[in-house]
């Protein structure tokens, strides 16, 4: 994956070029589906983080990986592009979005695009 992005910032490549990275990937169908994704990368990066201190305890950790935050991100654009099944699943994702959604300027841009299409 790195040489396609080489020399990006793999997280904030544009988002066609990511589009092009996951495309052949097992992607999410719906805004749920985005939301369980994103709880198990958080998921994940806590619990590699709570290994990190238990090896080296009040040492900084890091971000996580590249290729991780890459597709966090590219997860995170579909939660913009894909509309809710009903208003029910457009309440469980903006209820979803805190702790797993870090930018206060992409969780707008989700819960607009949520108010928008929601049937």
Same mark, same amino acid.
């Given at each position: 994956? @790195?040489?396609?992005?080489? @020399? #990006?910032?793999?997280? %904030?490549?544009?988002?066609?070029?990511?589009?092009?990275?996951?495309?052949?990937?097992?992607?999410? *169908?719906?805004?749920?589906?985005? /939301?369980? #994704? /994103?709880?198990?990368?958080?998921?994940?990066?806590?619990?590699?983080?709570?290994?990190?201190?238990?090896?080296?305890? @009040?040492?900084?950790?890091?971000?996580? !990986?590249? %290729? +991780?935050?890459? %597709?966090?991100?590219?997860? #995170?654009?579909?939660?913009?592009?894909?509309?809710?099944?009903?208003?029910?699943?457009? +309440?469980? +994702?903006? !209820? @979803?979005?805190?702790?797993?959604?870090?930018?206060? #300027?992409? %969780? *707008?841009?989700?819960?607009?695009? /949520?108010?928008?299409?929601?049937?």
């Amino acid at each position: 994956m @790195g040489a396609v992005l080489e @020399g #990006e910032e793999l997280w %904030r490549a544009d988002p066609d070029r990511l589009d092009a990275l996951f495309t052949e990937s097992v992607n999410p *169908a719906t805004l749920t589906e985005c /939301l369980d #994704e /994103l709880r198990y990368w958080q998921w994940l990066h806590d619990i590699r983080w709570r290994m990190g201190q238990t090896e080296h305890p @009040g040492e900084f950790q890091g971000d996580e !990986d590249d %290729r +991780i935050s890459a %597709r966090r991100w590219f997860v #995170e654009g579909l939660l913009t592009e894909l509309a809710p099944v009903d208003r029910a699943e457009a +309440i469980h +994702i903006a !209820d @979803g979005l805190k702790g797993v959604v870090d930018e206060a #300027e992409r %969780r *707008a841009e989700i819960l607009e695009h /949520l108010l928008r299409t929601c049937p």
